[in-house]
T-cell receptor, first 111, second 115 residues
């Protein structure tokens, strides 16, 4: 599996953009980058995914570098409800249903 | 509701007892997954069901763990002779089918405490 590296934690001010980095230097050409988040005491929630183009939806934007070795999840206007653990996951080929959740980044949004 | 439903939400049991955890996936979702999350840890894959195909049980930690999915819908995860190290939150997720997207819809989980 390609593995991901994320900072263990980060703080963000409410109303500001939160930029969450992820390194996936061993990613293969046909592997997607997925982001999930897990709010305390809840199951993980899908946020967004992409292959090589930047993606945007109602929750966030995903910026993938041209060499695909890293990506950034952007929460444009963080709210207190965005406080959660954010997981960057590379979807492996073959056993592509076994999403491997690492430790993620604990994001704390402060008022 | 429209989401993945799990029961019980909390279960406290004594070491050596058997437990059953239930998952009701989203209607129409053919893929169903079980994960386990120990305190402060990431998610650990346990088992995967896809339609009528044989399940992938490669993540089950021991033969005390088993799961079935009846009628392609409801799934039950059974842990026999529970041990303290089985204490964790057991999460179920479903998806339409894996080829389309890796978007999994998770339930709220069943918190198991083995005394």
């Amino acid at each position: 599996d390609a593995k991901t590296t994320q900072p263990p934690s980060m703080d963000c001010a409410e109303g500001r953009a939160a930029n969450l980095p992820c390194n996936h230097s061993t990613i293969s050409g046909n592997e997607y980058v997925y982001w999930y988040r897990q709010i305390h005491s809840q199951g993980p929630q899908y946020i967004i995914h992409g292959l090589k183009n930047n993606e945007t939806n109602e929750m966030a934007s995903l910026i993938i570098t041209e060499d695909r070795k890293s990506s950034t999840l952007i929460l444009p206007h963080a709210t207190l409800r965005d406080t959660a653990v954010y997981y960057c996951i590379v979807r492996p080929t073959g056993n592509d249903y076994k999403l491997s959740f690492g430790a993620g980044t604990t994001v704390t949004v402060r008022a | 509701g429209a989401g993945v439903s799990q029961s019980p939400s909390n279960k406290v049991t004594e070491k050596g007892k058997d437990v059953e955890l239930r998952c009701d996936p989203i209607s129409g979702h053919t893929a169903l997954y079980w994960y386990r999350q120990s305190l402060g840890q990431g998610l650990e894959f346990l088992i995967y069901f896809q339609g009528n195909s044989a399940p992938d049980k490669s993540g089950l930690p021991s033969d005390r763990f088993s799961a079935e999915r009846t009628g392609g819908s409801v799934s039950t995860l059974t842990i026999q002779r529970t041990q303290q190290e089985d204490s964790a939150v057991y999460l179920c997720a479903s998806s339409l089918r894996r080829e389309v997207t890796g978007e999994l819809f998770f339930g709220e989980g069943s918190r198991l405490t083995v005394l």
